[in-house]
């Protein structure tokens, strides 16, 4: 009985909170909350038994205290996806999260209550008489349970509909538990899927076959960049001094399809909508890298951000996360000029027409300030911190903004070196965030939030697009004509389209209409 009370008491601030403002009234509140302790109750005394009862409440003591130090400080729900983030992460980036303050919270909240628990001396009944008593209670308990929601159901219903599961899926330790059950009943289901092939039919149009000289796109994947607080974008900060002397294109009121990298980069490259798309649907079909390398694209995908979620399973694949430059590289992970190298090199021997994703590292938290060099950095004091919830809220914008303006001359440098091969290839560079971030605003730090709930803050993403002027005029794409597209409302929904257009490809599974440049290109040339 203690350790359901001390479960639902020191693991559950965030599902408390959540239930608080869930129901409209407090007696409403307080009958779910005395039948949540019954239903705890009735777990704990339940399973009661000699070799059961000490491991399950020791578990249930350390589990509940590793995920409540995420949910209560970052506001991290520990979801599925949450979980396959964690499974997917390498070593460096879940280092990250093994910090001293999670070190001390694992220890007076899981450790020493643990130990408590060890120590206790319980006498155990006979297994058949603590069977039926120990059934007996836990009917009991869930009954009270039941008479407590029962004529409250009608509120229960309302809070459901308002965001019950979201609520449900704070509740420690049953709802982080959970989630990892079933992320490893995917990941057992999805061992033997073979991928369907999409866009058979996928080849060059004629304006590019025409080119003399390859064709490049450098195609940039950001991390955790939110649209507002690029300056391009009338963010009141110059977050983007080396970007604006460029001539992009920085198109302003762009939507992810997710709040975390796991859904939206898989989304964005599945030729997918956001509604029609789902994970299973998604790891089912070969994604845009496999029609642009059927189409005679040499295909590359360099990655500094633990993973492309399978987007990149059928093209070449090269990970830069644990490289060893000193310079570079800290804490297990490196900083996005990381890439900057090879990407001259490559540009340098370019033979073919390429398409070369770099999946960045960009403004990944919670330690915003490892993102760029020391030496780096307009905006200061910055916050210096594993944990932004402990920074004062201006150390942690301005440590966010250094790596959007870090993402700004990192961009700029690669256009830089598109420029600087303009004589040997024809370059394009398209950017796109995955999701935005919360940086504190109303409670919330990072990112994941359910989509349908989420602040504008987690699902505004920066879309910027540059093109060289031999690009322009190979491909006839009228600059002018998009510029003033900016303003327009687009998608993720446009990012698999438009790259198939910018990249003249032409195929059946390719749509005019979620092109965002289709109408500024000569007719003949579009595919
Ligand atoms: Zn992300």
Not at 265 to 272: D, E, H, I, T
Request: aromatic residues 10%; neutral net charge.
């Amino acid at each position: 009985m203690a350790v359901a009370v001390y479960l639902l008491a020191a693991g559950n601030l965030t599902f408390w909170h959540k239930a608080w403002e869930g129901f409209a009234t407090g007696p409403a509140f307080a009958a779910f909350a005395v039948a949540t302790l019954a239903i705890f109750l009735a777990v704990t005394v339940g399973f009661a038994f000699r070799y059961v009862a000490k491991p399950l409440y020791v578990f249930a003591i350390l589990s509940t205290a590793a995920a409540s130090y995420f949910t209560d400080t970052f506001g991290t729900i520990i979801n599925a996806n949450m979980m396959e983030n964690v499974l997917a992460t390498d070593s460096g980036e879940a280092g990250e999260f093994f910090t001293v303050g999670f070190l001390v919270h694992m220890l007076v909240f899981g450790l020493l209550p643990s130990l408590l628990v060890l120590w206790a001396k319980v006498r155990h009944r006979p297994l058949r008489p603590a069977l039926g008593g120990n059934v007996l209670a836990a009917a009991a308990l869930l009954a009270v349970a039941t008479l407590l929601i029962w004529p409250n159901y009608a509120e229960v219903r309302a809070a459901m509909r308002r965001d019950f599961n979201a609520m449900l899926g704070t509740l420690n330790p049953s709802g982080p538990v959970s989630a990892a059950v079933r992320t490893a009943a995917a990941a057992i289901a999805r061992r033997n899927i073979v991928r369907e092939a999409v866009g058979l039919d996928a080849r060059k149009g004629a304006w590019i076959r025409a080119s003399r000289r390859p064709v490049v796109a450098v195609i940039v994947v950001g991390e955790s960049a939110r649209g507002m607080n690029f300056s391009l974008n009338g963010y009141g900060r110059d977050t983007n001094p080396e970007l604006a002397r460029l001539g992009v294109l920085s198109f302003r009121d762009v939507t992810s399809c997710g709040t975390e990298t796991n859904i939206s980069v898989r989304c964005m490259f599945s030729g997918l909508t956001r509604a029609t798309f789902s994970r299973e649907k998604a790891d089912r079909r070969e994604s845009l890298m496999d029609v642009l390398q059927r189409a005679g694209f040499d295909v590359v995908w360099w990655d500094n951000d633990g993973g492309s979620k399978g987007v990149a399973d059928g093209v070449g694949y090269r990970s830069y996360m644990m490289r060893n430059d000193p310079d570079l590289c800290l804490a297990g992970t490196c900083q996005d000029d990381i890439f900057l190298g090879d990407l001259d090199e490559k540009l340098a021997g370019i033979g073919r027409d390429s398409v070369i994703v770099l999946h960045q590292r960009g403004s990944h938290g919670p330690a915003y300030y490892l993102r760029y060099p020391d030496t780096f950095g307009p905006f200061r004091p910055d916050c210096r911190s594993y944990s932004p919830a402990d920074c004062p809220a201006e150390e942690v914008l301005n440590a966010y903004d250094n790596t959007i303006a870090y993402s700004d001359r990192f961009l700029a440098r690669v256009i830089g070196l598109i420029e600087k091969h303009a004589a040997r290839a024809d370059g394009a560079m398209f950017y796109v965030s995955d999701h935005g971030e919360s940086l504190g605003e109303g409670g919330l730090y990072m990112h994941g939030a359910r989509f349908e709930s989420a602040p504008r803050t987690q699902t505004n993403v920066p879309l910027i697009l540059w093109a060289s002027s031999g690009y322009r005029t190979l491909s006839g794409l009228d600059m002018g004509c998009a510029g003033g597209l900016l303003e327009r409302a687009y998608s993720h929904d446009n990012v698999y389209h438009t790259l198939l257009g910018m990249m003249g490809v032409e195929t059946s599974v390719y749509r005019r209409d979620l092109d965002i440049l289709a109408g500024c290109r000569p007719v003949s040339s579009a595919s």
